[in-house]
C-alpha cells in the first residue's frame, strides 16, 4: 500500500515512519469497512437465523452447564440457586421497540460476559484441571462474545443510524468483589441459571424480531422498487 | 436488644468487684483474636502472680466456656502476661467475655475487668452468616460450624454434606454443631448448609478436609551430561485442589512449576550431587531427598532420525543420531528391537557413541520395523526412551524348494503335490511352478508349467512303463527355487495288506510312533486325510528326520468328528514305502444318523431286527456296539447290548403276540446316537392257522364218514327209528287208486260249496270255495302287496284224465285230490293244507285265456293265491272276482290257510317258490307234502333229492 501511494506521488517524500503509520491507517479502515461490509451483505432474514441458532446451541449447552455446576459443588448444591444475589445481570430483556430489545440483549450479553469469566476463574481454584466444568464454561463465555458480536452486527444492519451505547443500557452489574468459598458456589450458580434464562428469552425475542422486524423491511423495499 | 447486652455486662462488672484480696488484679486486661485460626490471645499488666484464673464465658447467655488456672510468666521486655487459647468455635460464632484474676495457691485476685470480644450476632449485624468458612483441615479432625440466623428469622436446621445434623444453642441467633472425625472432602470442599424455618437456605460455608502431601521415590538422573532431571512420585491423594490448597514442590529451594498432576518432576540446569525436595501445602509438608554422582545417573535420550543406509535380502544397517555431544565419549549399550509380521526380537550392540548397527538374519522380502534404546555401559543406571520405530523392507531372494509328496487316489491315478511356500519360504511373491517329468529309462521329458495358485498335478501311473522323478521348481522374481523330487514307482505297493490302528488325540495332535525301518534313507513321511473323503481329498503330510520314530501330528484342520487316516512312509531315493496306518478322530461325537434299514422279521415267537451300518462320515467315532432297546411310550428297556460292531443283528425270542416297538443305537466313545425304531405287531403264524383248519376240516370229514357208514349200515334201524313204514290204507269199496288216501277233517274255517257248474252241468257239480272274507276284499288285497298275504288253497276240480295228462310230476297227495276229486260229490273239507304258489304256474300253463291270470284258474279249483299272485295282474273290476266267468271258474278253491313270512314273496313266481318252503302235511298223513316249482330244475331237484334221500332210507339203489 505503501509504495502504491509512493507510485501515485512519487514527487513526495515521506518519511518511512509516516508511511507505517499510514499503513496502519488504511489497514483499519479497511478493516472496519469490510466489518459493516460483511454485516450489511447479510441478508435480514439469514443474521437474525444465524443468531437464533447460536442462541439455541447457547440455550441448549447452558442447560448441560448448569446440571453440570451443581453435580460439582457438592451436597445441598441444588438448593444454591435459590439463594438471593445481587449484582448479577437480570435476565429479563426490556425496551418497547426493536431497536431498544435488540440493545438489550446486546447489552445483556456484554454484561454477562464478566460474569461468566468471574465463575470459571473461581472454579479453576474449585475444580480438578480436568473437570468438564471449566471448558464447558469457557466455551459458553466464548460463545457468549460471538452472539454479542452478531446481534451489534444485526443492530447496525437494521438499525443503522442507531448508535450502539458504549455502556450497557440496563446498567453495569459489576462482578462482585472477594468473595468466599460458599458464596462462590452460589454466585455460580446463580449466574448459571439467569444466564440459561436470559438465552431462553433472547431465542423468542429473536424469534419475534425475526417475524416483525424482517417483514417491514422487506415491504419497504419491495415498496421502494415499485417506485 | 441493645439494652438487655447492656445490663448483661453492668452485671458482670458488679460481680467482678465484688472479689477483693490482697493479690493485685490484673489490668488492661486486653484481647486479641486470630479468627482463622480461631486463637485468643489475652494480655494483661500489673500483676507479679504467677498463676491466674481465666474465665471465659458467652456473653449472651452467661454460659462458662473456660474456667481454668494458667500459669503465665511475666514478659520481662514488656512487663505483660499473655495466655493464648484455641477456641473450639469459631470467634465470630458469639461474644466472649474473659476475664482474669492472680492466684497464689488459694489467695486469688479480684477479677479483671470483663472484656468481651464481640461475635458477629451482633444486632448490627443483621445479615445470615456460617462460620468457619473455607477452611482446610486434615482428614479426620473434628470442627464446630456455627449458623447466625438472619435478624428476624427463626432457625430451621443444620446439614453437613446431606447429613442433618444436631445443634447447640450459642446465642439467640447462633446454633452450633460439631463435626468429629471428618472424611476426605470432594474437590470443590464439603457443603455444610443452614436453613431456617422455611427451609430455605440462608447461610453456608465450605471445609476442605484432606491430606498433607505424602511423596516418596525421588530419584535424579541426566540425560545430557550437565543437567538434573528429578522425578518421584506424588503418593497419597490430598483431596485438595486450587491454587490456594494445591501442593507446591521446591528443588533445592527452587520452585517446581511443571510439577503439576501426575508428572511429577522437576529439573537443574547443573548436576549438584544432593538433592531435597520439599512438598508443601495448607496441611503441612513432606522432604524427601537423593544424593548420586553424575555418571552413576545417566540416561540418555532416545535416538534420533532413524535411518536403514543399507538394506539387503537377509541383512541391513541401521543409523541414527544423538541429541547432545557429549554422548561421543561415552560408552553406551543399545538395544535394537526388531518386529516382523512373523515374530520380534531385540539385539544388544555397545560402542562409544554408538550410532550404528547391522541387523543379521533377517528374512527376504519382509516387513521390519525397529527401534533403539540405549543406556550408559559403565554404571549402567537405566535404559533411555525408545526412539521413534523406522520400517523398511528387506530385497528378495529366491525361494526355497517346495515340499513336494505323491498321493495315490487310487490304484492308477495320483497326484504331485506341493504345499504353497509360506512368507518366510517364497522369499518373495510367487510368480509361478515348474513340473518336470523325467523318465531316465526312456529318456523322456516333459515340462510343465503352473501357475502359482496350482499346487498339484494329476498323475496316470499305469500310462507310463517305467519309473518316472517328478521335479517341482518354484519361481518369483528374483529367481528360481532348488528342484525338489519325488519318484513314482513302476508298481505301487498294494496298500491293503498294511495293517491299521487306532491313535487318539492328546490334546494337540496325534502322537505317531513306529519302529525304525532300514531303507528310510531320506526320512520318513507321514501324510494324513479324511478318511471318508473319496475324491480330490486333502491331503496334508509331513516330514520326519530318519533318526525319528515318533511325531506329533499337528494341523489346524482337524475336525471334531471327522476320521482322518494316518500313513507312514519310508523314503528313500528310489521310492516311498507304505509301513503303517492309523486311524483317529481329533474328538469322537455321538454318530450323526441311526442304523439305517433297520428292519424287523418275525419268526414265530421271535423277531429278529437286522440293520446295517452307519456310513463312515455319519460315524463320527469308532463304533463301538450297539444298544438294542424295547420302546414303551418313552421309556426304553434295554434288551441288548451289542459290543461287536461287525454284528448288525438281533434276535428278540419268545416274544408274545402283540405289538413292539424297537430302537436300535449305535455307540461310540462319545455316545449313543439318536436310535432307529421299528414297530412290529406279532401276529399267529400263519402255517399253524391253516394247518389247524386243515386238520379240523379232516377230523369233520371223518366222522361224517364214520356217521354215513354208520347210518348206511344201520339203516333199517334209522329208518325205523325216523322214518317208521306208515301202513297202506285198506280202502273199502271200489276206489281205483290204490294209494293216496286223504282224510282229512273239515276246516272249522273254510266252506265248500257245492254249486253247479253251468258247463259240466250234464256231469258232475263244481267244487267252489267261498273265501270267509267278502269277495270285494279278495279283489282289494290282490291289488295291495302290502297287505300280508293270505294264502288260500283252491282245490281245483278237474277230470281225471286231463290231470294226470298235465300234472304229471304231481305229488302224491295231489293225486289223492286228484282222486278225491273223482268222487265227484263226495263231501271233502280240506283243513290246514299247505302248497305252494307254484302250483299256480302248471295251472296257468293250462289256462290258454290270456287274461287268465295266476289268481283266476281254469274250469277246475285251484289254490287261491291273493297276495302272491295278483301283483302282475291288470286291474279288472270286483266283479270279474265276485263272478268269475262261467266255465272258467268252476269247482271248489281250497283257501292257502297259512301266512308268507318273507317278503319275497310280494315278488315272482320265483319267489314264491322260497316262500312255499315247508311242506304242507296231511293232517292225517305223516308224509310231508314237498312242494314243486314250476320250473324244471324245481320240478326235478327236490324229487330227486327226495327220491335219492327214500331210497336211502329205504335201501334202494
Known amino acids: 500500500m505503501s509504495g502504491h501511494v509512493k507510485n501515485m506521488c512519487p514527487q513526495l517524500t515521506i518519511s518511512q515512519a509516516a508511511r507505517t503509520l499510514l499503513s496502519l491507517l488504511l489497514v483499519a479502515a479497511i478493516d472496519s469497512v469490510s466489518a459493516a461490509v460483511v454485516c450489511r451483505k447479510q441478508p435480514c432474514g439469514s443474521s437474525l437465523q444465524r443468531s437464533l441458532k447460536l442462541t439455541k446451541l447457547i440455550h441448549k449447552e447452558s442447560v448441560d452447564l448448569l446440571k453440570t455446576y451443581k453435580v460439582s459443588q457438592g451436597d445441598m448444591s441444588e438448593l444454591f440457586c435459590q439463594m438471593s444475589i445481587n449484582n448479577v445481570p437480570d435476565p429479563n430483556i426490556s425496551g418497547l421497540d426493536p431497536s431498544e430489545r435488540m440493545l438489550s ?105 425475526k417475524s416483525q422486524v424482517c417483514t417491514r423491511r422487506t415491504t419497504f423495499a419491495d415498496t421502494n422498487a415499485l417506485f | 436488644m441493645p439494652s438487655l447486652f447492656f445490663c448483661i455486662l453492668l452485671l458482670g462488672l458488679r460481680v467482678t468487684e ?15 483474636a486470630d479468627k482463622e485460626t480461631q486463637k485468643l490471645s489475652v ?33 520481662q521486655s514488656t512487663g505483660k502476661h499473655q495466655w493464648n487459647w484455641t477456641s473450639p468455635v469459631p470467634l465470630e460464632c458469639t461474644s466472649l467475655s474473659v476475664k482474669v484474676r492472680s492466684r497464689d495457691g488459694q489467695d486469688v485476685s479480684e477479677w479483671s475487668s470483663q472484656q468481651i470480644l464481640p ?69 470443590s470442599g464439603t457443603n455444610v448448609v443452614c436453613s431456617n424455618e422455611k427451609k430455605m437456605i440462608i447461610a453456608g460455608a465450605v471445609v476442605f478436609v484432606g491430606y498433607p502431601p505424602l511423596p ?67 496441611l503441612g509438608e513432606f522432604r524427601l ?73 533377517l528374512q527376504p522380502d519382509e516387513k521390519y520395523s525397529v527401534k533403539v534404546r540405549c543406556g550408559s555401559q559403565k554404571n549402567f543406571w537405566k535404559w533411555g526412551e525408545w526412539s521413534l520405530p523406522l520400517s523398511f523392507q528387506t530385497k528378495m531372494d529366491r525361494p526355497v524348494a517346495p515340499d513336494i509328496w505323491l498321493w495315490m487316489d487310487s490304484d492308477n491315478l495320483g497326484r504331485v503335490l506341493w504345499k504353497p511356500l509360506t512368507k518366510s519360504e517364497s522369499h518373495g511373491q510367487i510368480s509361478g511352478y515348474e513340473v518336470i517329468l523325467w523318465s531316465p529309462e526312456e529318456n523322456s521329458q516333459q515340462t510343465l508349467t503352473l501357475h502359482q495358485s496350482v499346487f498339484s498335478l494329476p498323475i496316470n501311473v499305469t500310462d507310463r512303463g517305467s519309473k518316472v522323478t517328478v521335479t517341482v521348481t518354484a519361481r518369483n522374481p528374483a529367481g528360481v527355487s532348488l528342484p525338489a523330487n519325488v519318484v513314482i514307482p513302476r508298481h505301487l505297493p498294494d496298500a491293503e495288506d498294511t495293517t491299521i490302528s487306532r491313535v487318539a488325540f492328546n490334546g494337540s495332535g496325534f502322537p505317531l510312533s513306529w519302529v525304525a525301518h532300514a531303507n528310510a534313507s531320506c526320512g520318513y513321511v507321514v501324510d494324513w486325510y479324511n478318511t471318508s473323503c473319496t475324491q480330490d481329498c486333502n491331503v496334508e503330510w509331513t516330514r520326519v528326520a530318519a533318526d525319528n520314530t515318533n511325531t506329533m501330528v499337528q494341523s489346524g484342520n482337524f475336525f471334531a468328528g471327522v476320521r482322518y487316516t494316518f500313513s507312514l512312509y519310508a523314503c528313500s531315493s528310489e521310492s516311498t514305502v507304505l509301513l503303517e496306518r492309523w486311524h483317529g478322530y481329533m474328538q469322537e ?47 426304553l428297556t434295554l434288551l441288548a447290548n451289542i459290543t461287536d460292531p461287525q454284528l448288525t443283528n438281533h434276535t428278540v425270542r419268545n416274544l408274545v403276540l402283540g405289538s413292539y416297538k424297537f430302537t436300535v443305537k449305535a455307540y461310540t466313545a462319545a455316545g449313543e446316537d439318536g436310535g432307529a425304531t421299528v414297530s412290529i405287531s406279532l401276529e399267529p403264524y400263519t402255517y399253524w392257522l391253516i394247518m389247524e383248519i386243515l386238520v379240523a376240516l379232516g377230523a369233520m370229514t371223518c366222522l361224517l364218514i364214520v356217521i354215513t357208514i354208520a347210518c348206511y349200515r344201520k339203516r333199517k334201524w334209522v329208518k325205523k ?27 272249522p274255517h273254510s266252506m265248500v260249496h257245492i254249486v253247479e257248474d253251468s258247463v259240466w252241468d250234464s256231469s258232475k257239480e263244481a267244487l267252489v270255495t267261498v273265501p270267509e272274507e267278502d269277495e270285494e276284499g279278495t279283489g282289494d288285497e290282490a291289488a295291495d302287496t302290502d297287505e300280508p298275504t293270505s294264502l288260500r288253497y283252491y282245490n281245483q276240480v278237474v277230470e281225471e284224465g286231463s290231470s294226470s295228462q298235465r300234472r304229471p310230476h304231481a305229488s302224491d297227495s295231489s293225486a289223492s285230490s286228484t282222486g278225491s276229486m273223482d268222487s265227484g260229490h263226495t263231501d271233502v273239507t280240506y283243513t290246514g293244507i299247505q302248497t305252494s304258489a307254484c302250483s299256480l304256474a302248471p295251472m296257468a300253463h293250462f289256462q290258454p285265456q290270456p287274461d287268465a291270470s295266476q289268481c283266476v284258474g281254469g274250469g277246475s279249483y285251484r289254490p287261491q293265491m291273493q297276495s302272491a299272485s295278483c301283483p302282475e295282474e291288470p286291474q279288472t273290476g270286483p266283479e270279474e272276482h265276485l263272478q268269475p266267468p262261467v266255465g272258467s271258474f268252476g269247482g271248489y278253491q281250497p283257501q292257502c290257510s297259512w301266512k308268507q313270512d318273507s317278503p319275497e314273496a310280494d315278488g315272482e313266481g320265483g319267489g314264491l317258490d322260497q316262500a312255499c318252503l315247508g311242506s304242507p302235511t296231511s293232517v292225517t298223513s305223516s308224509q310231508f307234502l314237498l312242494p314243486y316249482d314250476t320250473s324244471e330244475e324245481g320240478k326235478e331237484h327236490p324229487s330227486s333229492a327226495s327220491t335219492w334221500f327214500h331210497n336211502l332210507l329205504t335201501g334202494k339203489p
Open chain 2, 119 to 187: 461475635g458477629l450476632d451482633l444486632p448490627d449485624n443483621t445479615d445470615s452468616q456460617m462460620y468457619p468458612e473455607g477452611k482446610t483441615v486434615p482428614v479426620g479432625s473434628n470442627m464446630t460450624f456455627c449458623c447466625i440466623v438472619e435478624e428476624g428469622q427463626q432457625f430451621g436446621s443444620l446439614w453437613y454434606k446431606d447429613t442433618l445434623v444436631k445443634v447447640n444453642m450459642l446465642s439467640r441467633r447462633t446454633y452450633a454443631t460439631t463435626m468429629t472425625n471428618q472424611g476426605p472432602s470432594n474437590p
Open chain 2, 43 to 75: 494480655t494483661w499488666e500489673d500483676s507479679h502472680a504467677s498463676a491466674f484464673d481465666v474465665e471465659i464465658l458467652r456473653t449472651e447467655l452467661m454460659e462458662i466456656v473456660l474456667n481454668e488456672t494458667v500459669g503465665v510468666t511475666e514478659d
Open chain 2, 721 to 747: 327209528a325216523f322214518y317208521p313204514e306208515i301202513p297202506e290204507p285198506k280202502l273199502p269199496g271200489e276206489w281205483g287208486i290204490t294209494q293216496g288216501t286223504l282224510d282229512v277233517k273239515p276246516s
Open chain 1, 105 to 209: 440483549i446486546y447489552s445483556h450479553c456484554k454484561a454477562f460476559l464478566p460474569h461468566l469469566k468471574r465463575v470459571t476463574e473461581q472454579q479453576t481454584d474449585l475444580q480438578p484441571p480436568s473437570s468438564s466444568l471449566l471448558s464447558k464454561l469457557s466455551t459458553a463465555h466464548n460463545r457468549t462474545n460471538g452472539l454479542a458480536n452478531q446481534i451489534n452486527c444485526i443492530y447496525q444492519t437494521l438499525f443503522p443510524n442507531l448508535p450502539i451505547p458504549p455502556e450497557p443500557v440496563d446498567g453495569p452489574t459489576s462482578v462482585p468483589p472477594s468473595q468466599n468459598v460458599f458464596q462462590q458456589k452460589v454466585y455460580g450458580c446463580v449466574v448459571l441459571k439467569r444466564f440459561k434464562e436470559f438465552l431462553s428469552r433472547v431465542t423468542r425475542e429473536l424469534r419475534t424480531l
Open chain 2, 18 to 32: 465484688s472479689q477483693a484480696s490482697g493479690l493485685a488484679t490484673p489490668q488492661q486486661v486486653r484481647l486479641d
Open chain 2, 289 to 361: 531427598t537423593d544424593a548420586a554422582e553424575l555418571g552413576h545417573r545417566v540416561r540418555p535420550v532416545a535416538p534420533v532420525n532413524l535411518t536403514t543406509p543399507e538394506v539387503y535380502s537377509w541383512n541391513a544397517s541401521v543409523g541414527w543420531l544423538w541429541k547432545y555431544n557429549g554422548y561421543e565419549r561415552l560408552s553406551l549399550i543399545c538395544q535394537v528391537q526388531r518386529t516382523s509380521h512373523l515374530n520380534s526380537s531385540t539385539q544388544t550392540y555397545t560402542g562409544y557413541g554408538l550410532n550404528t548397527v547391522v541387523l543379521k538374519d
Open chain 2, 216 to 282: 516418596s521415590d525421588l530419584v535424579c538422573e541426566t540425560h545430557d551430561l550437565i543437567s538434573v532431571d528429578c522425578q518421584w512420585s506424588k503418593g497419597r491423594d490430598t483431596y485438595l485442589f486450587g491454587m490456594t490448597r494445591q501442593t507446591y514442590y521446591t528443588l533445592n529451594g527452587r520452585n517446581c512449576p511443571k510439577a503439576r498432576n501426575s508428572n511429577m518432576r522437576c529439573g537443574l540446569e547443573q548436576w549438584e550431587g544432593n538433592w531435597t525436595l520439599v512438598a508443601r501445602n495448607l
Open chain 2, 589 to 635: 461325537l455321538v454318530p450323526s444318523r441311526t442304523v439305517p434299514r433297520l428292519s424287523p422279521n418275525q419268526e414265530g415267537s421271535d423277531v429278529q431286527l437286522t440293520w446295517d451300518q452307519i456310513p463312515l462320515e455319519h460315524q463320527r467315532g469308532f463304533i463301538l456296539g450297539y444298544t438294542v432297546y424295547l420302546t414303551n411310550a418313552s421309556h
